[in-house]
């Protein structure tokens, strides 16, 4: 009885410790709408995306409760990213996962 305990004891723990470990790695967010950012933001994101498509914006929240914004822009047929913080600054460009 003890050892069918404490197997189920094992299991349940390993499950919460991986669904712990993923929600590390991806934090929740939501798509956004350029026109509801701050102006700076808005300058930042039209300035990057030189006239190609903005396909999408999402705010990216962390672990520590910050976020930012996640700009996927389409030029010339293919799709890059950057990341933008709260106040217009511009953190990385990166290259769209397909």
Not at 13 to 29: F, I, K, N, T
Not at 42 to 70: F, L, P
Request: glycine share 10%; with cysteine.
């Amino acid at each position: 009885m003890k050892t069918k305990s404490l197997l189920l004891t094992a299991v349940i723990s390993a499950g919460l410790a991986c669904e712990v470990a993923a929600q590390g790695r991806e934090q929740p967010g939501e798509m956004v709408q350029v026109k509801s950012l701050p102006a700076s933001v808005q300058q930042t994101i039209n300035q990057k995306a030189a006239g190609g498509e903005i396909v999408r914006v999402k705010r990216e929240d962390d672990a520590n409760g910050r976020w930012n914004y996640d700009v996927v822009v389409r030029s010339q047929g293919k799709e890059w990213g950057f990341e933008v913080d709260p106040n217009g600054k511009l953190l990385r460009t990166h290259g769209e996962k397909k």
